[in-house]
């Protein structure tokens, strides 16, 4: 069976979440690490936009930092996603193109990857499905969402699993006037997002959590997972990266 190197569920900031799944890409593009799936938590909680997204106009930057809560751009597309350290675990698969999981095709891609998320759902007694181009969901509601790049000759897939939904807090970072945060309105996205907790009618652990993505994403994706580490050179580009790049309003507020 194929070994994936594992890199266990951690809890970072913002910037050393995204400066180390960059840091591994640049390493497989040297041919120095091998295809690599890592989870991780958020600390503190933080507002991620995509690539191509205006931080000032999805934002409320202002809030964020009077909560005392990260905002960072991705480099992966999509939209603003709100991280809450008390709800969600995020993965990051990174794979060197041409891998026999990241076809060229993009959808077949995702359906691909996120049939880890699916299989990790289905042990937890959740039964959820891929819905182009990107989420998983279950009887149509969302429950993870997902994005991805290729670029440094590797294919990076990363997403959410909700395991709780703060949807107020959420609505108060993005750019959602508070005389429109309405009770209607919060039930209206919790018709359109869930969570396991709220599907299981459960307190679910992160530990349960983690232990049913190793599982799922072994057996969905038909490989080993290998505990392992950075090496010095990805911790030293993940430095540099954090510094130079990710903690930066050069990059954060760019467009």
Request: with cysteine.
């Amino acid at each position: 069976m194929e070994e994936v190197r594992f890199l266990d569920l951690e809890t970072n900031s913002s910037a050393l979440n995204m400066a180390t799944d960059e840091s591994i890409m640049l390493a497989q593009k040297r041919g120095e690490a091998p295809p690599t799936l890592r989870l991780y938590r958020w600390k503190p909680s933080a507002v991620s936009i995509g690539t191509f997204q205006s931080m000032e106009d999805e934002v409320d930057v202002g809030f964020c930092k009077r909560q005392g809560m990260d905002y960072i751009r991705r480099i992966t597309g999509g939209g603003a996603v709100y991280h809450d350290y008390e709800g969600e675990i995020t993965y990051s698969i990174i794979f060197p193109k041409g891998h026999r999981l990241v076809p060229d095709d993009i959808i077949d891609s995702y359906r691909i990857l996120c049939g880890g998320v699916i299989k990790a759902l289905e042990r937890m007694d959740v039964s959820a499905e891929f819905k182009p181009i990107n989420d998983i969901v279950v009887n149509g509601v969302k429950v993870s969402g997902n994005a991805q790049t290729r670029r440094h000759s590797c294919v990076l897939q990363h997403g959410t699993v909700l395991l709780d939904l703060d949807v107020r807090t959420m609505f108060q970072i993005l750019k959602v006037p508070a005389e429109k945060i309405s009770d209607k309105m919060i039930s209206d996205v919790r018709q359109r997002v869930t969570s396991i907790r709220h599907l299981l009618e459960r307190k679910v652990s992160f530990g349960e959590l983690r232990d049913a993505m190793v599982e799922g994403f072994s057996e969905a994706l038909n490989v080993a997972l290998v505990p392992g580490a950075l090496s010095k050179r990805e911790r030293d580009d993940l430095e540099r990266l954090t510094v130079e790049k990710y903690a930066t309003d050069a990059w954060n507020m760019s467009r």
